[in-house]
């Protein structure tokens, strides 16, 4: 795949501001106007087979897991048991960080993660599965949950070049949730 072009005004989504990612002076960052479009971290976020998600534990301790999911109309849904440790995690404290496998070509998300329970949405999202895994969503009611992350943050960078291409798009807080 070849690499993204810089651009000086590159698409961006929609109540997002885009600037340089947040990262001391010893890095060598310089100011400037060019950065990753939007279309090369969403691509990415669409095309991920596994996302790493972490959360944190009661006691603060982190918790990374991979797992499946789907990038849907610009958040990130997955399923998983009410039982497990991230379950768990996300009822005490929303906010996660979720990565994609890659350190040479990152894109790392940060966001709360909210439950989904619109059967429209089950609906969408078990097509997305099917086309994506070739399997269905399972949702066994009592026992499994969907989960939605819209974006709070989101970096992104190519390993070969962190400086030049680091981005960083932020999402307002209160953005209306965008309807699947």
């Known amino acids: 795949m070849p690499a993204p072009k810089l651009s000086k005004q590159p698409a961006q989504p929609q109540g997002a501001t885009i600037g340089p990612p947040h990262m001391p002076k010893l890095?060598?960052?310089?100011?400037?106007?060019?950065?990753?479009?939007?279309?090369?971290?969403?691509e990415r976020l669409v095309r991920s087979r596994n996302y790493w998600i972490c959360t944190s534990r009661p006691d603060g301790r982190p918790h990374s897991i991979p797992l499946w999911g789907m990038w849907v109309e610009g958040a990130l849904y997955f399923g998983t048991a009410?039982?497990?440790?991230?379950?768990?995690?996300?009822?005490?404290?929303?906010?996660?960080?979720?990565h994609l496998e890659s350190g040479d070509d990152v894109i790392i998300l940060e966001g709360k993660a909210s439950e989904v329970s619109d059967p429209a949405?089950?609906?969408?999202?078990?097509?997305?599965?099917?086309?994506?895994?070739?399997?269905?969503?399972?949702?066994?009611?009592?026992?499994?949950?969907?989960?939605?992350?819209?974006?709070?943050?989101?970096?992104?960078?190519l390993e070969k070049d962190m400086p030049g291409t680091g981005t960083r798009w932020e999402f307002a807080e209160n953005e209306p949730a965008i309807p699947v």
């Open 27 to 42: 890095y060598g960052a310089k100011k400037r106007k060019e950065y990753l479009p939007w279309s090369h971290a969403e």
């Open 121 to 157: 949405t089950f609906k969408k999202l078990d097509a997305a599965s099917r086309a994506k895994y070739k399997m269905p969503v399972v949702m066994i009611p009592g026992e499994s949950v969907i989960y939605c992350v819209r974006p709070r943050v989101v970096l992104a960078w």
């Open 82 to 98: 009410r039982a497990t440790r991230k379950s768990r995690n996300l009822v005490q404290n929303p906010a996660v960080s979720v």
